[in-house]
């Protein structure tokens, strides 16, 4: 069968999502056993302008879901950016997995050259389907993902490529 | 035009790897301005056992040659690990552009099904060309990317998001 915009998108956030909530989980269990505080990880930043853990997981989450939703031609749902625990951004995470498991492949398919407009700092942004995916949602995705595990290795904790990558197949 | 083989993977590869070469470009002035030694940033890990900027560097253009080659069915072609400098780097990358340039749609398209098999950790996997593109070659090509851009902004170097993105359409 022919790389679908389906098989492209949905089931690797999905994956890569689960990957990101069990890191969390390490990253939670060590902290603990460390007596560090996950607040502290979660205010983590690689460099004083750039986004904290907790705003990385959370961009990560936006970035798959506002995929699915425009691809799929629907409003983008709204989370509001309220989370302060590790356990409330693996709700997030859970809720977005939700969302994208609800997300079907005819819904997603054939979307190459759709039309997909949405503001980028402020100004209208028109991709075409197919762009809007391999070329803005794929690259912001895994930005934010691996920063989120870079923030989370650079604290020392002990997780591996393993980790980010999940079951091979 | 469905989604293709090639065009989820090779222009992609392309593109990223051209920002890659211009966000060195802004390391390497930078740190003249700075007198900042270029190899410190070369050396600079996010935690000791990780790999430093240059062992990224070389890793990311790595993932784009080895995809690119086996879903072509060719050999991957091998590139001895020498670089010290930044120019040396970018002259790699380079290489790489040029190699992906060479390999055409003809050679990559419809490889969805193929058996991809090449050892990891010293063990033979076998993934479809599917599988391999969009759940192995793409994570740790961005993984290493994205891994590469954070070394140097916890560095200090000034480059942003737009940086990693280039120009978008």
Same mark, same amino acid.
């Given at each position: 069968?022919?790389?679908?915009?389906?098989?492209?998108?949905? +089931?690797?956030?999905?994956?890569? !999502?689960?990957?990101?909530?069990?890191?969390? @989980?390490? =990253?939670? %269990?060590? *902290? /603990?056993?460390?007596?560090?505080?996950?607040?502290?990880?979660?205010?983590?930043?690689?460099? +004083?302008?750039?986004?904290?853990? !907790?705003?990385?997981?959370?961009?990560?989450? @936006?970035? =798959?879901? %506002?995929? *699915? /939703?425009?691809?799929?031609?629907?409003?983008?749902?709204?989370?509001?950016?309220?989370?302060?625990?590790?356990?409330?951004?693996?709700?997030?995470?859970?809720?977005?997995?939700?969302?994208?498991?609800?997300?079907?492949? /005819?819904?997603?398919?054939?979307?190459?050259?759709?039309?997909?407009?949405?503001?980028?700092?402020?100004?209208?942004?028109?991709?075409?389907?197919?762009?809007?995916?391999?070329?803005?949602?794929?690259?912001?995705?895994?930005?934010?993902?691996?920063?989120?595990?870079?923030?989370?290795?650079?604290?020392?904790?002990?997780?591996?490529?393993?980790?980010?990558?999940?079951?091979?197949?």
């Amino acid at each position: 069968m022919p790389l679908s915009m389906y098989q492209a998108s949905v +089931p690797i956030f999905q994956k890569m !999502l689960g990957n990101l909530s069990q890191i969390l @989980d390490k =990253a939670a %269990s060590q *902290a /603990a056993g460390r007596k560090i505080d996950p607040t502290v990880l979660l205010n983590t930043r690689l460099y +004083p302008d750039m986004f904290p853990l !907790l705003r990385q997981v959370q961009l990560t989450t @936006d970035f =798959a879901r %506002s995929c *699915a /939703a425009r691809l799929a031609g629907q409003e983008v749902p709204k989370v509001p950016d309220t989370e302060t625990t590790i356990d409330e951004l693996k709700a997030r995470i859970d809720k977005t997995v939700d969302f994208l498991k609800a997300t079907k492949p /005819a819904q997603i398919d054939g979307t190459e050259a759709k039309d997909i407009t949405f503001p980028i700092g402020g100004n209208p942004m028109t991709f075409k389907g197919q762009s809007y995916l391999v070329g803005f949602a794929m690259p912001n995705f895994y930005f934010h993902l691996t920063t989120a595990y870079a923030i989370l290795r650079h604290c020392g904790v002990d997780v591996g490529k393993r980790d980010f990558l999940g079951a091979l197949s």
